[in-house]
């Protein structure tokens, strides 16, 4: 293993560390989504100027016709590492900023507060 990571790399681990914080009390819900990383948001999401950046979004799943049991494709929650990164001064920063973003998408999957789904959420989104 290499001692040496990039910064995507270890932007990948801060997303993979907070959905982890998250897993001790949603795992069976969290099992239901895919999380990813993407540079910057698409084209079509920053059609409004008037709108700040995202950061995040979430992309429902499909179900499966032939099965309804089973997702054809999981819901999946996409962070956008470059918008991240510019907002924060340092590496702390970015880490709670992360956490606090993937609190707020998954806590908009399944239709609750934030602070509900982590008591420690900060309110990274304000």
Same mark, same amino acid.
Not at 14 to 37: H, K, T, Y
Not at 67 to 84: C, G
């Given at each position: 293993m290499p001692l040496?990571?990039?910064r995507s790399q270890q932007f990948d681990d801060l $997303? &993979?560390?907070a959905v982890a914080r998250l897993e001790p009390r949603w795992e069976a819900e &969290? /099992?239901?989504v895919e999380f990813a990383v993407q540079e910057v948001p698409e084209a079509d999401e920053l059609v409004d100027? /008037?709108?700040p950046l995202p950061l995040a979004r979430t992309v429902p799943g499909?179900?499966?016709p032939d099965d309804p049991a089973q997702p054809a494709a999981p819901a999946r929650i996409v962070v956008y590492r470059r918008p991240l990164m510019a907002r924060t001064e340092n590496d702390g920063e970015l880490s709670d900023l992360v956490f606090d973003v $993937?609190?707020?998408e998954f806590a908009d999957f399944l239709g609750l507060d934030p602070d509900t789904v982590d008591p420690n959420y900060r309110g990274g989104l304000d």
């Amino acid at each position: 293993m290499p001692l040496y990571r990039t910064r995507s790399q270890q932007f990948d681990d801060l $997303v &993979l560390d907070a959905v982890a914080r998250l897993e001790p009390r949603w795992e069976a819900e &969290l /099992s239901g989504v895919e999380f990813a990383v993407q540079e910057v948001p698409e084209a079509d999401e920053l059609v409004d100027d /008037s709108m700040p950046l995202p950061l995040a979004r979430t992309v429902p799943g499909r179900p499966n016709p032939d099965d309804p049991a089973q997702p054809a494709a999981p819901a999946r929650i996409v962070v956008y590492r470059r918008p991240l990164m510019a907002r924060t001064e340092n590496d702390g920063e970015l880490s709670d900023l992360v956490f606090d973003v $993937v609190v707020e998408e998954f806590a908009d999957f399944l239709g609750l507060d934030p602070d509900t789904v982590d008591p420690n959420y900060r309110g990274g989104l304000d």
